[in-house]
């Protein structure tokens, strides 16, 4: 069955602290995989995408990670801002087929100053 | 949101009658979407359409309807057969063809059914 799992739920860090949030998916063929910002009440917003031969994608202070062989990805943010505060979505994408998208439950990150 | 308008933001209806979502993209996309999101659920797709005038049951589809007469709108139709429509909708919009495009999403609008 194809899943994305996310964790954790919910997390709450200080604001300048790193965190770690993970993916661990068992959607096969595999394309690529996507984090997405949603902040509260917009719609989500594409940070990264990585394709089955990228580990590593950094698009400012965020840094995505994957590992197809695990089929395990990571969303690194250093430094954190008040303006971090969202949920943040793993989106899994399958080779073929139009309804091809798998979501994951988000983590809702909360920066606190 | 990147060229995706949702409207209304906030919808309230009473339980029994029909509601229109309205969606418009100005990207030149030839798909469209439209999700729904609950609290601690992954967005589920309801219905998309990949061209003109053709369009294809999601995973949810069941009480709601939908109506591609145009390429830059996309509404969806909550009826009054959905069993709980409240929730929080969210349209968005791609490109097709080889290879996989990223789906731009709109704004959402939160309808709440009473």
């Known amino acids: 069955k194809n899943q994305v799992e996310q964790s954790p739920q919910s997390l709450i860090i200080l604001e300048g602290k790193n965190c770690t949030l993970q993916?661990?998916?068992?959607?096969?063929?595999?394309?690529?995989l996507r984090w997405y910002k949603q902040d509260t009440g917009r719609g989500p917003v594409s940070l990264t995408i990585?394709?089955?031969?990228?580990n590593t994608k950094s698009n400012g202070r965020y840094t995505a990670t994957l590992d197809a062989d695990t089929k395990q990805s990571s969303l690194h943010i250093t430094a954190s801002q008040l303006s971090d505060s969202a949920s943040y979505i793993c989106?899994?994408?399958?080779?073929?087929?139009?309804?091809?998208?798998?979501f994951g439950t988000g983590t809702r990150l909360t920066v606190i100053p | 949101d990147g060229g995706i308008t949702q409207s209304p933001k906030y919808l309230f209806r009473k339980e029994g009658q029909n509601v229109t979502l309205s969606c418009e993209q100005n990207?030149?996309?030839?798909?469209m979407y439209w999700y729904r999101q609950d609290p601690g659920q992954g967005l589920r797709l309801i219905y998309y359409s990949q061209i003109v005038n053709d369009f294809q049951k999601g995973d949810i589809a069941e009480g709601y309807s939908v109506s591609r007469e145009k390429k830059e709108s996309f509404p969806l139709t909550v009826t009054s057969a959905q069993k709980n429509p409240t929730a929080f909708y969210l349209c968005?919009?791609?490109?097709?063809?080889?290879?996989?495009?990223?789906?731009?999403f709109g704004p959402g609008t939160r309808l709440t059914v009473t």
């Open positions: 968005a919009s791609s490109f097709t063809g080889t290879g996989t495009y990223e789906q731009y």
């Open positions: 993916c661990n998916y068992t959607v096969s063929p595999f394309s690529n």
């Open positions: 989106v899994v994408t399958l080779q073929t087929g139009a309804n091809n998208l798998f």
């Open positions: 990207l030149n996309h030839d798909a």
């Open positions: 990585m394709t089955f031969s990228e």
